[in-house]
């Protein structure tokens, strides 16, 4: 008895968190795309892994100098 | 008595068929929706072109597999945590080690860079969180410093010092809402486990990586899952992934010892990076942008740009 209990209320929150999710509002594919395409196209002059930087100005692509101690 | 427990197993019955009928619908209105993927939407978009990056540097210094890294805001530094006990932070221009932290446990998982850049939180196998404050007064005992703030019932895998508010759980990534405790939002098309999810830099989508071997990105007004990043020559499971700064590069790093970059809108492959001597475990963009960090069972981690 107690574990059909256990059961029926494990499967009552399922079915309560499945109508949350099915209720979720949502919109279309290609009004989602568009608006991720526009934020990456937006921000892509800032982005130095894409555009690259002018040489020089990061630290990590000069050649380093090794001094013989 | 009977009656009872024939009404019992009725309510059980018809709760089973109402969460079917639920499932069942939810997959119908995601559908829906579906006429059209991204790289479909994103086909007039000028490709990218070649890309050289290469690795920058490479730290040498622990002496087992590199499980966790992560950035610190002034964009230099780095921490990162071993198998072999020990959380370094280290500078990355100079790849000098800054601090040492020998953990009273091995397996360390996760660790985490304050904001603030005056701390570090790390944690594993000993089962809690412990955070360090750094300091460089060499009389100091980091280790004597430690405050633990937390304690979890089993090994800690990731920390975080913001909201971290996505789980990979198995096949499932589930959105949760930090506020009311409750996910609002489960995507399940993974054919296997998920090591890895990032949030898009906009914070409207968010990219995982999986031991199925794919990379999949989730829009989350659109409820659905929008673009995988595979190929058949891909095998390996992905075990980690972040953006580029303005999320049209995604950085994946994989069980075969290389690192995939992927163009997020188009879905295919920019490029293929080699170094690595082993798996690839863990890999963070810095905070702007200009590099990523990737670590590995190699014991190295490496700077690329």
Redesign the interface.
């Known amino acids: 008895m107690a574990g059909d209990l256990a059961s029926a209320s494990a499967l009552q929150c399922l079915v309560e968190q499945l109508k949350l999710e099915a209720g979720v509002e949502r919109i279309k594919i290609p009004q989602a795309a568009a608006e991720l395409q526009q934020y990456c196209m937006q921000n892509a002059c800032k982005d130095a892994l894409l555009v690259g930087v002018p040489a020089g100005s990061n630290p990590l692509q000069e050649p380093r100098s090794c001094a013989l101690l | 008595m009977a009656t009872e427990?024939l009404h019992?197993?009725e309510?059980?019955a018809s709760?089973?068929s109402?969460?079917e009928s639920?499932?069942g619908?939810?997959e119908e209105?995601?559908a829906k929706?579906?006429?059209?993927?991204?790289h479909q939407?994103?086909e007039r978009?000028e490709a990218?072109g070649q890309f050289v990056?290469k690795t920058?540097?490479t730290l040498k210094g622990h002496g087992n597999k590199v499980l966790c890294m992560d950035w610190c805001k002034d964009k230099r530094r780095i921490v990162s945590s071993s198998q072999d006990g020990k959380v370094i932070v280290w500078d990355?221009?100079t790849t000098n080690k800054e601090h040492a932290v020998t953990m009273p446990c091995t397996w360390v998982m996760a660790c985490a860079y304050a904001p603030s850049g005056c701390a570090i939180a790390c944690g594993g196998l000993d089962n809690k969180c412990s955070v360090y404050p750094l300091t460089f007064d060499k009389n100091e005992n980091m280790a004597a410093k430690k405050k633990s703030v937390a304690m979890h019932t089993n090994y800690l895998s990731a920390c975080s010092f913001t909201n971290s508010d996505m789980q990979g759980c198995d096949k499932k990534a589930m959105v949760w809402d930090m506020r009311s405790g409750?996910?609002?939002?489960?995507f399940e098309t993974h054919e296997s486990d998920i090591n890895s999810v990032r949030y898009?830099?906009?914070g409207?989508?968010f990219a995982s990586g999986s031991d199925d071997a794919t990379c999949r990105l989730y829009?989350l007004?659109?409820?659905?899952e929008?673009a995988i990043y595979s190929k058949e020559s891909i095998i390996f499971g992905a075990s980690s992934v972040d953006f580029?700064?303005?999320?049209?590069?995604l950085f994946a790093g994989y069980n075969d010892y290389t690192i995939n970059v992927w163009d997020?809108?188009k879905g295919s492959r920019v490029s293929i990076l080699f170094g690595h001597e082993n798996r690839v475990s863990t890999l963070r963009?810095s905070p702007?942008?200009?590099?990523?960090c990737s670590g590995s069972w190699d014991h190295t981690l490496r700077?690329w740009?």
Request: hydrophobic share 45%; with cysteine; glycine share 4%.
């Open positions: 427990a019992e197993n309510t059980l709760l089973k109402e969460a639920l499932k619908k939810l209105e995601r929706l579906h006429d059209v993927e991204l939407v994103a978009v990218l990056m920058r540097r990355s221009f409750q996910c609002v939002q489960a898009y830099p906009s409207d989508a829009d007004r659109a409820d659905r929008v580029s700064l303005s999320g049209r590069l997020v809108l963009v702007d942008g200009t590099a990523f700077v740009a």
